[in-house]
């Protein structure tokens, strides 16, 4: 049986107990990059396609960062650089991704939404196993994520609750809201990397 929703949210805010700081100060310089590089982007073309190529490498070392902060381990500002060891599958899982996401999307939003679910563990998986092909660890992330999907959406739709009660301190929930969230990702995965269901179709 495994954990549900509350509990891994639960343990989420254990494992970040005594570690706010290095959270959301890690999680906040991850978003100004992104967010300074997107704000720049609509203005300089050569930025959108550094953008583009640093977004991979980046979620990857996101995810390691999580995922020690999920595991109660030493978690370490540069972690969040590690996706760069392996630039190669970073980047070319991250477009794979985006492109599968969008040309689901073109059907209709509910397809694009769940092709989002079932490729959501891709940069987890490519954090424990920077060997690991690109469309590998996308057919992994869809196999884990078979009979797992809607939980995963129901666990968004809480995060999406939380969000909405940041917008009334003005925002400044989110630096909380985000590294708690992805912790919480961070759980939610091992929790469930050992699913050996056949590979959908999403």
Known sequence: MKTNNVELMKSAKESLKGKWG???GTFLVYGLVIGGLEQSAEHYSLLS?????????LAVGMSVFSLELARNNE???????????SLKTSIIAY??????????????IIPGIIAAISYSMTFYIIAEDSAIEPMEAIDKSKKM???????????????FGLALLCILTLGIGFLWLVPYAHVTTA??????????VQISEF
Do not use: C, H, T
């Open 187 to 196: 759980k939610f995965y091992d929790d469930i990397k050992d699913n050996n």
């Open 95 to 108: 477009l794979l991704v985006v492109l599968f996401i969008f040309l689901w999307a073109l059907l209709l």
């Open 22 to 24: 290095l959270a959301i």
């Open 49 to 57: 396609l550094i953008l583009l190529f640093i977004s991979g490498p």
């Open 75 to 85: 978690a370490r500002f540069e972690q969040i650089f590690e996706g760069f060891y």
């Open 145 to 159: 994520m078979n009979g797992y999907k809607l939980k995963y959406f129901y666990l968004g739709l809480r995060l």
